[in-house]
C-alpha cells in the first residue's frame, strides 16, 4: 500500500470520512461508496465503478456549466461511485480534488512549502508579468472576494510574503485545515492551497491594468478649452 493509500486509510480510521463536498463510505459489501455528501442517504443515484468516471462527474456542475475551480463548492449531484479499494478512491480523489491529498501527506510529514503570493507573481511572465504589481490592497481585495469559502473549499496555507502576513480580508476558518468547509462540522480530510492559483493570477492582471490606465488617464493634462 503506498503512502497516499495509507493516509486515506488512517483518515477513514480517525472518522474523516469527508472531503471537501464529497463523503467517503465503506460498503457492506466490501470497497467503498464515494458521493456527493448532501446524497449520503439517498438510493436512487447514478452508479459508476471505475474512478475515471470521476473525471466526467467533477467537470460540469448541476446546471451542466463548466467547473474551472474543481475546488468550488458546486460539485454535481446525483451520482455515486462504488470502488473496490483505496487505490482506485485515490485515482477517483485526483479527479475530484487534484493533488488534495498530496499536498496534505506533505503537511503532515512537514514537507509542506507553500509559495507565498510574491513569489507567485513575481515569476510570472508575459502576459501575466504585470501581475507582480498588484499593491497590498488590491491583493486583499481580489483574494478576499475570489478564495472565500463561498468560492472555493481550499485552506490556505500560503502568505503575502515568505514567513510573512496572511490574506487579512479572509476569514480565520479559511486558514484553518480542520474546519469543515462545508459548514456541517464534520471531521474532514482538509484541502489544502499551497499557493495562489492560476485563476487568481488571470483576475489579477485586470486589476493591475485597470488601475494603470486609471492613473495615466489622471496624470493626463486635460484638454484645453476651445475657443
Ligand atoms: S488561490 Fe487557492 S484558495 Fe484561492 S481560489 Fe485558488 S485554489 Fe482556491
Known amino acids: 500500500m503506498g503512502r497516499i493509500d495509507e493516509l ?20 457492506s459489501e466490501g470497497g467503498y461508496r464515494l458521493t456527493h455528501r ?3 442517504g439517498r438510493d436512487d443515484l447514478r452508479v459508476s465503478q471505475t474512478p475515471e468516471s470521476a473525471r466526467e462527474i467533477a467537470t460540469y456542475d ?6 474551472p475551480l474543481k475546488t468550488a463548492p458546486n460539485l454535481r449531484h446525483g451520482w455515486a461511485l462504488h470502488l473496490p479499494d483505496l487505490a482506485a478512491v485515490r485515482a477517483a480523489l485526483e479527479y475530484f480534488y487534484p493533488a488534495a491529498l498530496a499536498l496534505w501527506l506533505a503537511e503532515r510529514d512537514g514537507r509542506l512549502q507553500p509559495t507565498a503570493m510574491r513569489e507567485t507573481l513575481g515569476r510570472q511572465t508575459g502576459m501575466y508579468r504585470v501581475t507582480g504589481l498588484l499593491t497590498d490592497p488590491q491583493a486583499e481585495a481580489l483574494v478576499g472576494e475570489l ?6 473549499l481550499r485552506a490556505m496555507r500560503w502568505t503575502k510574503t515568505p514567513g510573512g502576513e496572511r490574506i487579512a480580508s479572509l476569514p480565520a476558518t479559511k486558514f484553518d485545515p480542520e474546519h469543515d ?7 474532514v480530510m482538509p484541502l489544502l492551497c ?4 492560476n485563476l487568481v493570477v488571470a483576475e489579477a492582471r485586470p486589476v493591475v491594468k485597470a488601475a494603470q490606465a486609471a492613473a495615466a488617464a489622471a496624470a493626463s493634462p486635460a484638454p484645453a478649452a476651445a475657443g
Open 194 to 197: 499551497a499557493e495562489m492559483c
Open 181 to 187: 468547509p462545508a459548514g456541517a462540522g464534520a471531521r
Open 62 to 67: 448541476d446546471a451542466g456549466v463548466y467547473r
Open 8 to 27: 486515506l486509510a488512517s483518515a477513514l480510521a480517525e472518522g474523516r470520512d469527508c472531503i471537501g463536498q464529497i463523503a467517503l463510505r465503506t460498503r
Open 147 to 152: 478564495c472565500a469559502q463561498t468560492r472555493c
Open 38 to 40: 448532501d446524497d449520503v
